[in-house]
T-cell receptor
Framework: QQQVKQSPQSLIVQKGGIPIINCAYE??????FPWYQQFPGKGPALLIA?????SEKKEGRFTISFNKSAKQFSLHIMDSQPGDSATYFC???????????????FGKGTLLTVNP | DSGVTQTPKHLITATGQRVTLRCSPR?????VYWYQQSLDQGLQFLIQ???????AKGNILERFSAQQFPDLHSELNLSSLELGDSALYFC?????????????FGPGTRLTVL
């Protein structure tokens, strides 16, 4: 119930391509879906996030598409650049068991390589 | 730069030993979260502290413990270390107690248990 399944594990695209990373979840109590970007040697950094009452959110070249009925969401990177090469994690926020807190459940990550 | 600092950057130790990882949150943040990142398990939430008090627990082993001090820095103590504890350990900070706001991650501590 708390899992977030992310695919693919790795992805290679050419500069200018549109990589798409997909995530799926089961827990309908999740109420916030952030994407994190992580460069080697750095911690994850929030990239973009969406709430389930919205089907799409765009920030610059990054777009999240959200399908509430299918319990799926995806990240699209338009006009990808070599500098976008990083690991991308989807996450979902839901209640932590036994308390009033929320916790983030992360997907296992997608290593994106954008070739020049 | 997220404003969250972690020390040390790398730590190499032997099985059975005990280590302490340190985290300083962003200025003004009262919540500190600890995560473990490994290749097979991904990023796993361990524990959260808010203003010195334990707030939420995740997949934290009994051999691991944490605390948050009055100056709001936090330490994660790992004892009786096993090979499988080798991982990246991240701390994150946020302002609110309930985990409902954005978490900012530090650069991590890479722990290698030999």
């Amino acid at each position: 119930q708390q899992q977030v399944k992310q695919s693919p594990q790795s992805l290679i695209v050419q500069k200018g391509g549109i990589p798409i990373i997909n995530c799926a979840y089961e827990n309908t109590a999740f109420d916030y879906f952030p994407w994190y970007q992580q460069f080697p040697g750095k911690g994850p950094a929030l990239l973009i996030a969406i709430r389930p009452d919205v089907s799409e959110k765009k920030e610059g070249r990054f777009t999240i598409s959200f399908n509430k009925s299918a319990k799926q969401f995806s990240l699209h990177i338009m006009d990808s650049q070599p500098g976008d090469s990083a690991t991308y994690f989807c996450a979902a926020r839901g209640p932590n068991s036994g308390g009033s807190n929320y916790k983030l459940t992360f997907g296992k990550g997608t290593l994106l390589t954008v070739n020049p | 730069d997220s404003g969250v600092t972690q020390t040390p950057k790398h730590l190499i130790t032997a099985t059975g030993q005990r280590v302490t990882l340190r985290c300083s949150p962003r200025s003004g943040d009262l919540s500190v979260y600890w995560y473990q990142q490994s290749l097979d398990q991904g990023l796993q939430f361990l524990i959260q502290y808010y203003n010195g008090e334990e707030r939420a627990k995740g997949n934290i082993l009994e051999r691991f413990s944490a605390q948050q001090f009055p100056d709001l820095h936090s330490e994660l103590n790992l004892s009786s270390l096993e090979l499988g504890d080798s991982a990246l350990y991240f701390c994150a900070s946020s302002n609110l107690p309930g985990g409902e706001d954005t978490q900012y991650f530090g650069p991590g501590t890479r722990l290698t248990v030999l």
